[in-house]
């Protein structure tokens, strides 16, 4: 359970976040959408831990517990995962070796042991089939020269491995050809389970389609202006974000 | 090509303007250096040709002397300040040297148990017992003092070099002076699957100036995989000067990896390598250098014929005050060539790094592809780097261009990697890694590869270690 309690955030003296509440419970889906710039990416940002950005009031908890202390990897480790709106390229590093010290660096933290060579093998290529990724990306460095789809795919593949208790989707869908969708669709619902919740931030229903979401908010200007099920989408998607901009000002 | 038409295109290159150096032997440096010639010149082995060459070169050196930060060649290294005293030149490796060798080269088989032949130059003399004895069929070797104390023409080739380098006054000092090295000859088709490793080795026995001249050549169509690797075992501080000449016949293929292991903060050390590359002859070589008080790696080549390639790609990994300097000139003389140069530095605590890469296009090199590439990562407040890439090009049909970037990791990339799991540390460690791994993953065999690679966790770890 993901719980965002009257969050305020700014980065370089600007304010972004302020007084965002929203709460995901286990194994709800949630949606947020809203207009470029109110500050969608930021939350996912902050809520990773990015350290750049100042929390100036307010709490985030994870499970229960405030992860602001926390460091991004610490929150990696209680189970938290966010897929990059636009994941980056690290150039040198297979992807093979990123995905192996990802899932080590997840375990040493839990004080579990690390996986032995054919045991991560195995995991990876039956997720990466699942995927839809070809052996070649994997010996590939991560994201580097990747089609922008290829790099959303490897976000998934990479949240699937990892098996987070909490996932937050920035803008998975854009990029992606409807094949792609639909995988990631399928990905996301593979993972959906009683104590596994989502965020999932979108600017378009066809995502929706695939992943049905319980929960639908609207951000305006760093807070959530409202809430509803499914059926919001369907409206925004219909009325645009007029009124709740004019709402929020 | 004939010596005429060379000649003209170092005219050429030297028609840019320099920093006039003027200067006479004046310092005490020098002036020992001066001395040193002087009282040896009638002991060293040779041929009267190479005693001729020998007094050419110091001649030569006489009149740039040691350079300083005035000569533009040299300006990020000072030699001039760094070599305050010449040490005596290196004797015959005594039991003491021989005993300190050999668990370098014991060690140096347990790190990469790969079958290997290997010639070990210690402290600028080959060592006969410590090199392999048995050659591949097509690979000859002759100790380099053996060749010109029997006036051969190929020691004579190895100290020519082709010219090149030849306004150099640190190679003109190792023409003046090096007695010894090794002379390898790998037969024309012939292909040899067995790397060759020249192994340039420091006793610690004594404190010493080294000097050295090797070459290689690698016949006509020949292949060939040649390791370069300087090692240092030294508790005194050295001075080291050691050239090696690659030459490449026609349709000649080379992998070449060269492996520069830390050197002491006392220490000076030039290597010097020579690139002569024919007609549709092949280089590609990738480096891993360690830093050192001041080491500096001079690459001169040159294509002498069409079609040739030659693809020059590095790592360096500086910490603490160390310095290293990686200047290279490339010669484009003949049509259709290609060169490329790609160094990665990773530069720590007060260490500085040098990259001087120069491409030169002479009128006749129609159709050169020449690209130059160096980055580097400052860890600190305190690392420096000086990128100086240059472009001379007097040929109107060519693709040229070189690219610098200096900077620290970026936090993007460090943020989306601490967010899949890794401690800041780690995550620096990773993309670290991956910026070395950028230029070693390039080697084609897979043993190499780790090699390198273990080496450059071994450094990452131990700048954890230091508290980084
Ligand atoms: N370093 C920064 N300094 C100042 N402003 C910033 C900085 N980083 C982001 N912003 C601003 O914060 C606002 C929110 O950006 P954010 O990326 O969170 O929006 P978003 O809702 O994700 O938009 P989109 O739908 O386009 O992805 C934007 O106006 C952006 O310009
Ligand atoms: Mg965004």
Known sequence: MLEIINLHAEIDGKKILNGLTLTVKDGEVAAIMGPNGSGKSTLSYVVAGRSDYKVTGGDVLLNGQSILELGAHERAAKGLFLAFQYPLEIPGVTTMTFLKASINAQRKQRGEP??????????????????????????????????????????ILQMVLLEPSFAILDETDSGLDIDALRIVGDGVNSLRAKDRGFLVITHYQRLLDHIVPDTVHVQSQGRIVKSGGPELAHELEKNGYRDYVAAAA | MS?????????????????????????????????????????????????????????????????????????????????????????????????????????????????????????????????????????????????????????????????????????????????????????DGAMIDQPIEIVFLSSGAHRHAIYSRSSVRIGEGAVARIVERRCSNSSVGIQRNEALYLNLGDRAIVRHVAI???????????????????????????????????????????????????????????????????????????PNCESRETFNHIIDD???GVFQGKVSVAPEAQKTDGKMKSRAILLSETASMN????????????????????????????????????????????????????????????????VLMDDVRAWLSHRALRGN
């Open chain 1, 114 to 155: 690390e996986l032995s060579t054919p045991d991560f093998m195995k995991k990876v290529r039956a997720a990466a089939a699942k995927m839809g990724v070809k052996d070649e990306m994997l010996r590939r460095p991560l994201n580097v020269g990747f089609s922008g789809g290829e790099k959303k795919r490897l976000e």
């Open chain 2, 3 to 187: 010596p005429q038409q060379r000649e003209s295109a170092v005219t050429r290159v030297e028609a840019e303007p320099v920093v006039a150096t003027v200067s006479v032997l004046k310092n005490e440096a020098e002036l020992a250096l001066a001395d040193l010639f002087s009282k040896k010149r009638g002991l060293f082995i040779g041929s009267s040709e190479i005693a001729l060459r020998r007094e050419a070169a110091f001649a030569r050196f006489a009149k740039s002397g040691l350079p300083s930060k005035r000569v533009e060649a040299w300006h990020y290294t000072d030699l001039r300040a760094a070599l305050r005293i010449p040490l005596p030149i290196a004797e015959f490796p005594d039991n003491a040297a021989r005993a300190l060798a050999r668990p370098c080269i014991e060690a140096l088989r347990a790190a990469d148990p790969q079958p290997v032949t290997r010639f070990v130059i210690l402290d600028g003399i080959f060592d006969a017992e410590l090199s392999t004895s048995h050659m591949p069929a097509g690979v000859s070797v002759t100790p380099t003092c053996n060749s010109l104390i029997a006036g051969e023409q190929r020691a004579v080739l190895a100290f020519e070099a082709g010219g090149l380098g030849e306004n150099d006054p640190a190679l003109n000092l190792n023409e003046a002076f090096s007695v010894s090295g090794v002379l390898i000859d790998i037969a």
């Open chain 2, 260 to 334: 520069a292991e830390a050197d002491r903060a006392d220490c000076i050390d030039i290597a010097s390598t020579l690139l002569d590359l024919k007609e549709g002859s092949e280089l590609t070589s990738t480096s891993l250098v360690h830093g050192g008080g001041l080491r500096r790696r001079q690459i001169f080549g040159r294509f002498n014929g069409p079609h040739a390639r030659c693809s020059l790609r590095g790592v360096v990994l500086l910490g603490g005050k160390e310095h290293a300097d990686t200047t290279i000139v490339m010669e484009h003389v003949a």
């Open chain 2, 350 to 352: 007060e260490a500085t």
């Open chain 2, 387 to 450: 990128n100086k890439p240059e472009l001379e090009i007097f040929a109107d049909d060519v693709t040229c261009g070189h690219g610098a970037t200096c900077g620290s990791l970026d936090d993007d990339q460090l943020f989306y990697v601490q967010s899949r799991g890794l401690p800041k540390a780690e995550a620096e460690a990773l993309l670290l890694e991956g910026f070395a791994g950028e230029i070693i993953l390039e080697i084609a065999n897979e043993q190499t590869r780790e």
